[in-house]
């Protein structure tokens, strides 16, 4: 069972940056992807980065260009790096796993994820 744990999240105000972290337990020496996705009050859960065991990443548009996500396989960790945050990136962060690759496409598919985190709150004030 491949177990994912987040950290990082906080009280932020506008302008400023977050990191946040994820240990994942994997097994079976899959290339699993590892993703953030985020969910604010009242609405679905949505894609927010993907980075492949390879280190391939993709970005939604929302936040291409003030996020960066990277891992470090030797620990099986995952972070996503967020500047000049907005009132908007208030939301639940979670942390996935899927056990291989996806397309540019399929990573951005919540349905693709095998394994969830429970999530930590980003709140960001104006």
């Known amino acids: 069972q491949v177990q994912l744990v987040e950290s990082g999240g906080g009280l932020v105000r506008a302008g400023g940056s977050l990191r946040l972290s994820c240990v994942a337990s994997?097994?079976?020496?899959?290339?699993?992807?590892l993703a953030w996705f985020r969910q604010a009050p009242g609405k679905e859960r949505d894609f927010v980065a993907a980075i492949s065991r390879a280190s391939t990443t993709y970005y939604s548009d929302s936040v291409k260009g003030r996020a960066t996500i990277s891992r470090d396989n030797t620990s099986d960790k995952v972070y996503l790096q967020i500047d000049s945050l907005k009132p908007e990136d208030t939301a639940v962060y979670y942390c996935a796993a899927f056990g291989g690759h996806c397309t540019a496409i399929g990573c951005r598919d919540r349905r693709l994820y095998q394994y969830w985190g429970q999530g930590t709150q980003v709140t960001v004030s104006s």
């Open positions: 994997l097994r079976n020496n899959r290339p699993y992807t």
